[in-house]
C-alpha cells in the first residue's frame, strides 16, 4: 500500500476513446485524482463517478484532473459515460498491473466467498508527482466533495 509522500507510481492506460493517458503527462502542470472502482455502471460506482462528474468544474478550477481506473474494457467505459452523461475520464486497466502498483488489487469476501478485487480507494497526486493522500476503502457517498475539499487545501 502507498502512503503521503511516496512518489505516485506512473502509468499509460488506455481512456475510453483509445486515447492513452500516461500520469507523468501531468506533472509540472496539473494535480491529479486517482479513484479506482470496482465496476461500471453498478450502485456504488455510478454515484462516484456522478458526484466526480458534478464536481468537474471545481476540480477544473484547481487545476486537477479526475482520472477513474477500474478492469472494465473501453467499450463498458464508453456505455457507462454515455449512459450518465460522465465527464470524468475512466482509464482501462484489465490485467490489473496498475491498481497492483497501487495497492487496490486485494482479496474480498463477500458471502462467504473469497476472491480478489479493487478495494474502492483514491489518491491525490499533486504537481510534483508526490502522493499527498492514500485514502484506502472508501464509501462512495460524498466521498467526490472529500476528495475536493482535500485537493483544494493543497
Not at 502512503?3 to 483509445?18: K, R, V
Not at 478550477?61 to 470524468?88: E, Q
Not at 478485487?117 to 464509501?139: C, E, K, M, N, P
Amino acid at each position: 500500500m502507498l502512503n503521503p509522500g511516496d512518489t505516485a507510481p506512473d502509468f499509460s492506460l488506455e481512456e475510453t476513446d483509445g486515447e492513452r493517458i500516461q500520469l507523468s503527462g501531468f506533472k509540472g502542470e496539473k494535480n491529479v485524482v486517482i479513484y479506482f472502482y470496482p465496476k461500471d455502471d453498478t450502485p456504488g460506482c455510478t454515484i462516484e463517478a456522478q458526484d466526480f462528474t458534478a464536481l468537474q468544474e471545481q476540480f477544473d478550477a484547481a487545476d486537477t484532473v479526475v482520472l477513474g481506473i477500474s478492469r472494465d474494457d473501453c467499450g463498458s467505459h464508453a456505455a457507462f459515460r454515455d449512459k450518465y452523461g460522465l465527464s470524468v475520464k475512466l482509464l482501462s486497466d484489465p490485467d490489473a498491473r496498475v491498481c497492483g502498483q497501487y495497492g487496490v488489487w486485494q482479496e474480498k469476501s463477500k458471502g462467504g466467498e473469497k476472491k480478489m478485487g479493487i478495494v474502492r480507494s483514491t489518491f491525490i497526486v499533486d504537481q510534483a508527482g508526490t502522493l499527498r493522500h492514500a485514502l484506502y476503502g472508501v464509501s462512495a457517498e460524498g466521498h467526490a466533495q472529500e476528495v475536493l475539499e482535500k485537493v483544494k487545501a493543497l
